[in-house]
């Protein structure tokens, strides 16, 4: 099925202002009046290494960094204790809530979605009216073994149903248009270094707005598997001697210009072999794990196997953003697509959690699982939902307390006036636990307005 025919208008105009980010320093397109503008607007971007090279890594921020210290940087900060990592997974679209843990035990859900509406599955065993969707039976197997905690209604008051907007809230961890950094950049600017540009990943070919930065550099990375030199009909030894070669042209250079470039080929080489264990000597992929990912031509498996092979290498990683695939704006034909990109979603993250299990790291990771709004509660004329306000989340790890955050409210009472889920939890309430309870950050120095928002027991 085509975007045309999934998606409306406003995820289409969301993706695209997202992805100017990218290009920042050359204009963003028009934004209509009364649209925020994107986390990270105005973030400058330096790739490693010079133009007509090629690295497949992008360091945002970079113009703070000393090129002398890049390397040096990562080495001592990977030297250190290992940090406790949070990994966040956006289903971008708006994923139905009301599927995922469908409310079959609502009598008025198959009222509601008459044609929709799932039935059997698995209970979930904090409240008998909700079922897992059978597409997330990894994650349901995770909760089984409580290493999930549950939001089957989390949001915010007054929601805004705009892709853009909402998902520019989530960012930001705030309902405002005014901040252009995002909730995981501030934590870095509080408790990052110049020097390690590690410490922020955004496993995409453009910068996670919830990474952006004020003041430290973060980087964005296709994979770990990925990143090296592309020159034209060299490799091998050759390219090897070329590369020491740009690194001494460089040292020895007496013009300035040529000095910076060969400093900035040194510590990129450098890095480069930091990543060679996680590629093959043809070229493929490298990276060894202990269990089996689903085989996908969507590259989410390979990246969380990449990232829990980084993590165990002690690469000083402190949070990490990535996009999981599937359809979640299924404004049309939602049984199949919803299906399809849950099922690899879920069964992604339990090979990843048991990834991270079989390699002893389990107990510093943790991944948050978003999205910027749920479904309306009832089913328009297209076998579809529309945009809704209150969505569901996950929190896995095997830190986690396991036990619900907020609750379902039900469907007599618990939609607005538009039929609209209610929120029970709230998205920055969650943030500031996260903040202080997993990453030990005080998180009025994140959120704002922070300390009007009760913090739920996250971590066990």
């Known amino acids: 099925m085509s975007d045309d025919c999934l998606h409306c208008n406003g995820l289409s105009r969301s993706r695209l202002l997202h992805k ?10 028009a934004i209509e009046p009364g649209m925020p503008m994107p986390a990270g607007t105005g973030l400058s971007r330096r790739r490693f290494l010079a133009h007509g090279l090629g690295a497949a890594l992008a360091v945002y921020g970079a113009s703070r960094l000393g090129l002398s210290a890049f390397e040096e940087g990562i080495a001592a900060a990977a030297s250190g204790a290992p940090q406790k990592v949070l990994v966040s997974v956006f289903l971008e679209g708006g994923a139905d809530g009301m599927s995922v843990l469908s409310p079959q035990g609502d009598p008025l859900y198959k009222k509601l979605r008459p044609t929709l509406a799932l039935s059997g599955g698995t209970p979930l065993a904090e409240d008998g009216r909700l079922f897992w969707h059978p597409a997330t039976s990894g994650i349901a197997q995770l909760y089984g073994e409580h290493k999930v905690t549950v939001m089957p209604a989390i949001g915010y008051t007054h929601p805004d149903q705009s892709h853009f907007t909402s998902r520019h809230y989530w960012e930001v961890g705030a309902t405002s248009t005014q901040l252009n950094t995002g909730w995981l950049g501030r934590y870095l600017d509080a408790v ?64 300035p210009a040529l000095h910076t470039a060969g400093n900035v080929a040194v510590q990129v080489d450098r890095l480069r072999r930091q990543l060679l264990p996680f590629r093959s000597a043809d070229g493929t992929s490298g990276i060894q794990s202990p269990v ?59 090979a990843f959690q048991r990834d991270l299990e079989a390699r002893g790291i389990a107990d510093r990771v943790l991944v948050h699982v978003w999205s910027e709004f749920g479904r309306r509660a009832q089913e328009n004329g ?34 607005d006036d538009d039929g609209n889920l209610v929120e029970t939890a709230d998205f920055r309430a969650v943030y500031a636990a996260l903040l202080e309870q997993w990453l030990g950050v005080d998180a009025g120095r994140v959120i704002p307005g922070a300390s009007a928002f009760q913090r739920p027991g996250l971590i066990a």
Do not use: C
């Open 20 to 29: 100017a980010i990218a290009e920042a320093g050359r204009g963003l397109p």
């Open 192 to 255: 990052g270094t110049l020097d390690n540009p590690l410490q922020g990943v955004s496993f995409d070919d453009s910068l996670a707005p919830t990474l952006a930065t004020a003041k430290v550099p973060v980087a964005a990375i296709t994979a770990p598997d990925q990143y090296d030199f592309g020159s034209n009909r060299v490799w091998g030894e050759v390219e090897e001697r070329m590369l020491e070669a740009f690194g001494l042209f460089g040292g020895q250079a007496t013009d």
């Open 292 to 350: 089996t990912y689903p085989k996908s031509s969507d590259p989410f498996p390979s990246k969380l196997a990449g990232l829990a092979a980084m993590l165990a290498a002690n690469l000083p990683m402190r949070v990490v953003a990535l996009s999981a695939p599937g359809e979640y704006d299924t404004h049309s034909n939602e049984p199949g697509a919803l299906a399809q990109g849950l099922q690899l979603t879920s069964d992604s993250l339990l």
């Open 382 to 415: 297209s076998a579809g939902t529309d945009h809704g306000a209150a969505g569901t989340g996950f929190l896995i790890g095997t830190r986690v307390k396991g036990q619900m955050i907020g609750e379902f409210p039900g469907l007599q009472s618990g939609l």
